[in-house]
């Protein structure tokens, strides 16, 4: 059983360009989450999808920042027009259930240049 | 203010040492997680204590959790140059849906 699959691992993008981060989540996972850390810092909470449904977004930056988890395929984080401020490390994790572990990814590092 | 803060912020210990951190957190909890995190590497969860449990055990490791102070502790007994990495506990609760991470212990066990 794969874990929490990632791609890619490193993306570099210049200031103004699109960035898409994939999330492939362990198999019978529905919940899928997304979060950001930034050097030296603990990771903070984006956004938690279920399948083609956004359940909480509170997270997400107002502007640029988008997420989906269609009903096939994996989650998509989209970073439009992005910014220096926008370099992090970006992890998803999926979890089976609510109240239970959620399993992370290895992460996208997001370098802007 | 951060939801769970780790103390301490930085630790180092002899091989064979025992290694404790603590956390400590705001609002009210359903439950609370421990994770580590290798340098550059995605979080590996370590173990789960819920908000009715008081103690936890998973080989080397040991969990408490008292809600009254809203503090938990993590105890790595016999600690091994591979234990060291950044632990974070993370809790969730309080109506958020993901989890609440603080800033980390980093951990270095001297050979």
């Known amino acids: 059983n794969a874990g929490v699959m990632q791609n890619p691992r490193h993306l570099v993008r210049r200031r103004g360009q699109e960035a898409r981060l994939r999330c492939s989540p362990m198999k019978g996972h529905s919940h899928v989450y997304w979060y950001r850390q930034l050097p030296e810092e603990g990771l903070k909470f984006m956004v938690y999808l279920q399948k083609e449904n956004i359940i909480d977004e509170s997270g997400m930056p107002k502007e640029r920042f988008s997420a989906e988890f269609p009903k096939e395929g994996p989650s998509i984080l989209r970073i439009q027009q992005v910014v220096r401020g926008d370099s992090a490390a970006y992890f998803c994790a999926s979890q089976m259930g609510r109240e239970v572990e959620q399993y992370f990814g290895p992460g996208t590092r997001l370098t802007v240049t | 203010s951060q939801q769970g803060e780790e103390d301490p912020q930085a630790l180092s210990i002899q091989e064979g040492e025992n290694a404790t951190m603590n956390c400590s957190y705001k609002t009210s909890i359903n439950n609370l997680q421990w994770y580590r995190q290798n340098s550059g590497r995605g979080l590996v969860h370590l173990i789960l204590i819920r908000s009715n449990e008081r103690e936890k055990h998973s080989g080397r490791l040991r969990v408490t959790l008292d809600t009254s102070k809203k503090s938990s502790s993590l105890l790595i007994t016999a600690s091994r140059a591979a234990d060291t990495a950044s632990y974070f506990c993370?809790?969730?609760?309080?109506?958020?849906?993901?989890?609440?991470f603080g800033k980390g212990t980093h951990l270095i066990i001297q050979p």
């Open positions: 993370a809790t969730i609760g309080g109506g958020a849906d993901g989890l609440t």
